[in-house]
Every structure is written in structure tokens, then in C-alpha cells.
């Protein structure tokens, strides 16, 4: 069964940088749209990037550009998300989806299998 594994959280000070790490286990579908997402308490899902397996299509929420990277790394199945300049409103719990059907890029009710999630606490 394919899994999504993430990794990379912790915490930072604002301005500080991390890397998130969604490593998949298993196989998965050439041709999906693969994603991070994060949700901080009392608040819902938002998208925050994401990218077609061919690397193409990258989306990012408009909060982020700029200081956010996704990418990925096709011989080890690993998609990466990059963040610096973080600010306290970054702090969430931040979760690496797949998305196998169509739907808009930073949607979370348009991806259907997620990881566990990566706490990503960011202090002023």
C-alpha cells in the first residue's frame, strides 16, 4: 500500500528556514499532482504548494511566494518543500498530499491520499 511519510518539521524562529521531506513508500502513479498542505488549530486546510509529477504546474499559495519552494526528486520519489523567511502565522501542522484525480492545485478536498503530517512551529 503507498504511504506518505513526511518530515523536516521542528521549530524556528521567524525569519529561520526548514525543509519538509514527503517521502513516499511503495509505488504511486506516474501522472499525479502532489502537494503541501497545513492546518493550524481551529483553522481549516489551506494549500500551500504543489506540483504535477512531471514537475510542471507548480502552484503556490499567494502567502507564500517567494519564500516557499516545492520540488521534487524523481529517482528517489521525493518531493521537498522549502521554506525560508517563515513567519509565526507558518506555524501549522503541515501535510504532503497526492492528488490522482483532477481538481484545483492547492484544494485539499481534490487530493486523495495524505501523510500523517509535520509540525512546523515558528516563534516570534
Known amino acids: 500500500q503507498v504511504r506518505l511519510v513526511e518530515s523536516g518539521g521542528g521549530s524556528v524562529q521567524a525569519g529561520g528556514s526548514l525543509r519538509l521531506t514527503c517521502a513516499p513508500s511503495?509505488?504511486?502513479?506516474?501522472?499525479?499532482?502532489v502537494g503541501w498542505f497545513r492546518q493550524a488549530p481551529g483553522k481549516e486546510r489551506e494549500g500551500v504548494a504543489s506540483?504535477?509529477?512531471?514537475?510542471?504546474?507548480?502552484y503556490y499559495a499567494d502567502s507564500v511566494k517567494g519564500r516557499f519552494t516545492i520540488s521534487q526528486d524523481n529517482a528517489k520519489n521525493t518531493v521537498y518543500l522549502q521554506m525560508n523567511s517563515l513567519k509565526p502565522e507558518d506555524s501549522a501542522m503541515y501535510y504532503c498530499?497526492?492528488?490522482?484525480?483532477?481538481?484545483?492545485?492547492?484544494?485539499?478536498?481534490?487530493?486523495?491520499?495524505w501523510g500523517q503530517g509535520t509540525q512546523v512551529t515558528v516563534s516570534s
Open positions: 498530499a497526492a492528488g490522482f484525480r483532477g481538481g484545483l492545485p492547492l484544494r485539499p478536498a481534490d487530493y486523495n491520499l
Open positions: 511503495g509505488t504511486t502513479d506516474s501522472n499525479i499532482r
Open positions: 506540483l504535477y509529477s512531471t514537475g510542471e504546474r507548480i
